[in-house]
């Protein structure tokens, strides 16, 4: 099969998407000729021109609006917010205004829009520019919560992501972008709660998401050697959840490790391990372990940086408490 | 103008004057559950603007939306249900006084965030410019709102993009308790037009042909490809920033008395004896008959059930 960048597989995604239902436009700050930061969304312009490839003024409130109100009256708008960090201008629309329209109006309205949006640090982008803010947003009904960690699946997720009538938050990580991965030629869709099992293991479940995936499986592959067999899950979409996966697998291997980028405290691991806690702590023989970023701001320089954020060892250290 | 274009004026602004006043006597007597906002006072404005709308036109209003609803058409009894809180209202229950829509006319919502509809009505007018549907979209707010991001943000973009859209501001010289002159240095809104190089017009909003007059021509253009206008209209809110609330706090006696000697319905009706427009008979027979419809929008919530408390769990997302 042929292998792709992951933004590439955003790019498809949008382009395919694009030829298929001419009510899908993407909106936002320098999509157009200059192709968005991560360059997601180069050459959508010279296919569809400037109407349908919208650069906007610095104004993520006015932006968000705008596709929330086209969407209401039959658009499927793709908004780009160039950073998570950025989405905080405009926590109004997307949280006062899109997760709740769809209720307020007993059904009516249906705010069929996706939110792309980038996160995560590992690059030194400091505080504000590489947040991993996916609780904030976790926390609030009326929103769907995607974060794709390979190119297969991002291609898959935004097209689903696209086609759903409720408003969808797509949390790309910016150190995934140039990371090459099988993608097939055809068309595909993966629907939103649907977890992957991304290895396959009897002695330890590890729930990962987004770039921690990558660091889940280093630390499984690493500890097999070893003869610890490690599951590792990326449950895809965080709202809504696969918990039947997840559950399923703590009940074969009756531990828990959870792995995410953002800070530990009220997290989604914090989220998850409240689910397993309730729905199947019969099954657990040791404490549910968190593998997460200090809780601190994302600090600027690299020692710093590599100190907040979980990694491959850090990720080992935990597999291994939840061994004890 | 025509005698039955002139005849819905008055009925409209009839209608909201009459709906708002039976809403607050029900809040007052605690049949209604929230708080409600009223525009008693301000009936000409949303009333003047959607006399040009075509049907399938939208609005979005605020808070304080119900004579903005009324005015584009909404069915009294759905929206007194609504307040009741009770299944049959536009949004089964869930959305209130502050959050009533009814897409199939026109009327995209109500926003309880002061400014927040802008942006959203903006959209609207992208998918109709996109579209080329010719619709065109009026996004009501106040004054307090013309302070928000949301407004300049909002105002720039329609303004770059040209999209078709009216502004109108709904200028009741108060945001809650705050006093224009307290919460901005300019007295025009319409001024602010000028930053983003659209048209703006100050309007007695106490004149509802002054405002359907002012709007035609701004819904001409924005539906001709000409760009938004940004219509400031001076207004007055009777009661205070919600029922119950008796407002006198920060506002003189003396300033809402020269208001209600200005009174949009009085002064309208006046002028329809005078010129001839309609005889006495005729608008009492609208006058009853509004009546009618506001006690029968009573009567159907009260005839209506309330929501199962399951229903909580339904409408969160859409389902397939």
Request: hydrophobic share 40%; net charge negative; charged share 25%.
């Amino acid at each position: 099969m042929r292998t792709i960048f992951f933004r590439e597989a955003i790019y498809e995604a949008l382009r395919e998407e694009m030829i298929r239902d001419p009510r899908v436009f993407v909106i936002g700050e320098d999509v157009a000729e200059y192709g968005g930061p991560f360059k997601t969304t180069k050459g959508l312009l010279q296919e569809f021109g400037k109407e349908r490839v919208r650069n906007t003024p610095i104004s993520e409130s006015a932006i968000v609006g705008a596709g929330l109100g086209a969407s209401i009256v039959g658009m499927r708008p793709v908004i780009d917010i160039s950073y998570i960090d950025f989405t905080l201008c405009c926590t109004d629309q997307i949280i006062n205004q899109v997760a709740k329209i769809h209720y307020m109006t007993g059904g009516k309205a249906k705010p069929s829009l996706v939110i792309r949006t980038e996160g995560g640090a590992g690059r030194s982008s400091a505080a504000q520019h590489a947040q991993s803010l996916e609780a904030l947003y976790l926390h609030i009904p009326g929103l769907c919560l995607v974060m794709p960690s390979t190119p297969y699946d991002a291609k898959g997720l935004l097209k689903a992501a696209i086609r759903n009538d409720n408003p969808v938050m797509f949390i790309e990580h910016k150190l995934l972008y140039n990371e090459k991965g099988e993608v097939p030629e055809g068309e595909y869709l993966i629907p939103l709660g649907k977890a992957d099992i991304k290895r396959t293991g009897i002695g330890v479940t590890v729930v990962a998401t987004s770039r921690m995936v990558k660091f889940a499986l280093e630390a499984a592959a690493e500890l097999e050697k070893e003869g610890i067999s490690v599951e590792v899950i990326d449950p895809r979409s965080l709202v809504p959840l696969d918990e039947e996966t997840i559950l399923n697998s703590v009940r074969k291997t009756h531990r828990l490790v959870i792995v995410h980028e953002a800070c530990k405290r009220g997290g989604f691991g914090a989220e998850l391990a409240a689910v397993v806690a309730e729905k199947a702590i019969d099954y657990l023989d040791a404490p549910i372990i968190r593998v997460a970023a200090e809780d601190t701001p994302v600090p600027f320089a690299p020692v710093l940086e590599n100190f907040h954020l979980p990694d491959k060892n850090k990720i080992v250290a935990g597999i291994r408490r939840a061994l004890e | 103008m025509e005698k039955k274009d002139y005849l819905w004026l008055y009925r409209k602004m009839l209608e909201i004057r009459r709906f708002e006043e039976k809403a607050a006597e029900l809040y007052l007597k605690g049949e209604l559950p929230g708080f409600l906002h009223s525009s008693i006072g301000q009936e000409a404005v949303p009333v003047g603007a959607c006399s040009v709308l075509r049907p399938d036109d939208y609005i979005i209003s605020t808070h304080r939306g119900h004579g903005d609803i009324i005015a584009k058409g909404a069915n009294l009894n759905r929206m007194m249900a609504e307040l009741y809180g009770k299944r049959t209202g536009y949004c089964k229950g869930k959305g209130g006084s502050m959050h009533i829509a009814d897409l199939d006319l026109g009327i995209l919502g109500a926003v309880g965030v002061v400014g927040s509809c802008i942006p959203i009505a903006n959209g609207a007018a992208l998918a109709a410019q996109m579209n080329r549907s010719g619709q065109v979209v009026v996004a009501f707010f106040g004054d307090g709102a013309s302070n928000t991001g949301a407004f300049h943000e909002a105002l720039n973009m329609g303004a770059t993009w040209n999209l078709p859209i009216v502004y109108v501001c709904q200028n009741n010289c108060v945001g809650l308790s705050t006093p224009q002159c307290v919460h901005q240095k300019i007295k025009d809104i319409s001024v602010r037009g000028a930053a983003y190089d659209i048209p703006g017009e100050t309007v007695d909003g106490m004149d509802v042909l002054a405002i359907r007059t002012a709007c035609e021509k701004a819904v001409d253009q924005a539906r001709s490809g000409g760009g938004p206008t940004l219509i400031e209209a001076k207004t007055y809110r009777y009661l205070g920033h919600f029922v119950g609330e008796p407002g006198t706090d920060y506002r003189t006696k003396e300033e809402l008395e020269s208001w209600k000697k200005k009174d949009a319905i009085d002064g309208y009706r006046n002028r329809l004896l005078r010129q001839k427009i309609a005889g006495e008979d005729e608008l009492a027979r609208i006058e009853a008959e509004v009546e009618e419809a506001v006690r029968q929008s009573v009567q159907y919530s009260l005839e209506s059930p309330d929501p199962d408390p399951r229903e909580t769990l339904e409408d969160v997302y859409v389902t397939v």
